[in-house]
C-alpha cells in the first residue's frame, strides 16, 4: 500500500512506470491490481508462480518481498519517498565495486614479484580479454578462451590471481535499490558518504547493501531507470495516443504476420534483446511467430541454455518422455519441454512433491549457482 501511494504521486509529478512491470512482481495478481504492472498472469500465454514474488510460509517467517520497478526517470518517485514514508524512513543503499582483473593481476604480479615488463605485457593481454567479454552478446560470452588472449605460461598466475578480484576498492550509492524501514535509518542503521554512480557526486547513503538486506529480511525497493520507455512515452504523447497497457499491447500483436515479420526480416535496431549482430543472425533462423515464441528466443540466447541452443533454432521437437512431466512443462503455444524459463524449474520441482515454497527456495539455489544445496536437494528430487 505504501508503494501504491508510492507510484501514484510519482505519476503525479511527470514520472513514468513500465506497463510490463519487472522482476517477479507481474507474477504477483495485487500488484497488478495495485497497477505496478498491467500483465494479467492468468490471461498470459506463458504460466508465472506468485510463489516467485511472495508465499504465506515467507510472510509467517517475517520475509517481506521487495517490489522492483522499471521507470523513464528516478527523480519523480524519489521526490515522492519523503510524502510517503516520512523523513528518516528511506535511504539510497550503499554498492561495492570490487578490483577489475586486470588491477587484480598487477596487483598479484607485484606481490609474487614478477618481472614489471612481463606483467605489464599481461595486463594488456587481460585488458583486450575482458573487452572481448564485455562487447560479446550474452550467448558468445561462455565462448570466449582466455587461453586465446594471454600467454599460455602466464595462465596458472592470471588465475590465482583472481582472488584479489574480491578485494573491495570503492562504496558506490546503489543504482537502484533504496531501504525502507519503519525505525530511523540514520540512529538506528547509520549513513555513510558515497560516490554516485557517475562518480561526481557525494551522497548520503544506508550502510547496508542488497546481500545485507536479502540476509536479514530488510525490506528495499528497486527503482530503476529503463530511459527507452521516456522515449516511448514522449512519442505516444507527441503522436496524441494513449499508451497502451500490456495485454492490449499483446492483442494488438496477437497473430499479425507483420509485427512478427520485423523479427525474420532482422529490422531490429532498437529492439530490446535482438540488437547485436550474432543474436540478429540467430533471430532471422528461429523466426519468431508468437509472444510465448519471443520470449522463448530471449531466454534461449542465455549462456545457461548453451547445449540446446541450435536444436531450439531448428525447431527440433524435444520431451522427456515422460508424459506427465513433459505435460508439466509444456504449453499449447511451446510444445517442447525445454527448460527455459525459471517457472520451468520450479514446474519441475512441483511434479517432484516439493511445496510451492520449497520450489522458489530451491529455484533460488539453482539461479545463484549454491551447488551444496542443490547437493542437499537432489536426493529427494530423484527419488
Known sequence: LGDYELVQKGKAKGGVLTQSGRGSGPSYYVNSLLGFSSMDRIALPLKLYPDRFISKPRLLAGQLPDLDLNVADRKPFLDALPEVYGEGHFAPMIAYSAQKRKAAFKMYAR??????????????????????????????????????????????????????????????????????????????????????????????????????????????????????????DKLYKAANLPLPDAMTLLKWVENDPDVFRIFADGLTLGVNQCEREATLRRLKRYKPRNFTELAAFVAAIRPGFKSNLEAFLRREPFSYGIQEFDEAIQSPELPYSYMLFQENIMSAFAFAGFSPSDCYANLKHVAKKHPDEIAKIKPAFLE
Open 111 to 232: 606481490a609474487s614479484g614478477m618481472e614489471p615488463a612481463q606483467a605489464e605485457r599481461i595486463a594488456k593481454q587481460l585488458e583486450k580479454y575482458d573487452n572481448a567479454v564485455k562487447y560479446a552478446d550474452e550467448d558468445e560470452k561462455d565462448a570466449i578462451d582466455l587461453s586465446d588472449y594471454v600467454d599460455a605460461s602466464a595462465l596458472k598466475t592470471v588465475e590465482e590471481s583472481e582472488k584479489y578480484t574480491r578485494i573491495v576498492v570503492n562504496k558506490i550509492v546503489h543504482p537502484c535499490a533504496v531501504l525502507i524501514y519503519d525505525g530511523d535509518i540514520r540512529s538506528e542503521i547509520g549513513l555513510v558518504r558515497a560516490k554516485s554512480d557517475s562518480g561526481k557526486l557525494d551522497e548520503l547513503v544506508t550502510v547496508i547493501d542488497g546481500v545485507t538486506a536479502d540476509s536479514y529480511g530488510f525490506v528495499k525497493n528497486d527503482l530503476l531507470r529503463v530511459t527507452v520507455w521516456e522515449l516511448i
